[in-house]
């Protein structure tokens, strides 16, 4: 069978996934010191303060995050047709058909999957639900950077209540960013494996290999 290369993704979307994963894992580590700190000095504050240079760190990586979000949402509107709502979101008929197609290849019901040049239905709706849980995680993570804030006070406490409830959210959203990350992982080296597609490397270079004159014909060796 002969396979073309594709172009995918474009140069914003990789820097998306990029900042966006690196933020989480520095996000992840920063805010577990900050929860139970593991480090700690005898030193006068003005000379060595932990806590501080860790908050700092989780506070840069929040706006990196914050920054990826955006622009994955500026994407959903006005990138290419593989990066954009309607390319992966199940509000089509081709689309919902394709969660199910997916589905029965994840489960090793049939040999061949849902493959196309952009995301899966499949793995685009899970997508959609991490983005809403970003762009809470945010609402959140803003509401505790300044308590002073009335807008930020106002927004989260409409949305998860008092203070305390607001860190209790926060610190559960870090543990989905960190299941997902995983589940993430696995799938697309299961699916570097199986098919053909070039999936890991097309976070790199924006282009992937389908069968010629086909989208999403991928087939199990």
Known sequence: MLYERKTAWGFLFR???WSFALSILALAVTGF?????????ANEGSGSFPMADWRYCHFIAGYVFTAAVLVRLYLLVFGNREESFLGFAPVTGRNIKNVFTTLAYYLYLTDRG???LGH??????FYLFTLLFAVLQMISGFSLLYPESG???????KIFGVQQEIRFYHFVFMWY????????VYIVVWNDVWSPEGLISSIF???KFLPKGQEGAGKRA
């Open 120 to 125: 899966n239905a499949l793995a685009g709706t």
């Open 151 to 157: 807008f930020w006070q106002t927004v989260a406490g």
């Open 33 to 41: 010191y900050i929860h139970d700190p593991w480090i700690s000095t």
């Open 15 to 17: 820097l998306y996934h």
């Open 177 to 184: 960013f960190m299941i997902f990350a995983l589940v993430h």
């Open 114 to 116: 849902g493959h196309r």
């Open 205 to 207: 270079t924006g282009d």
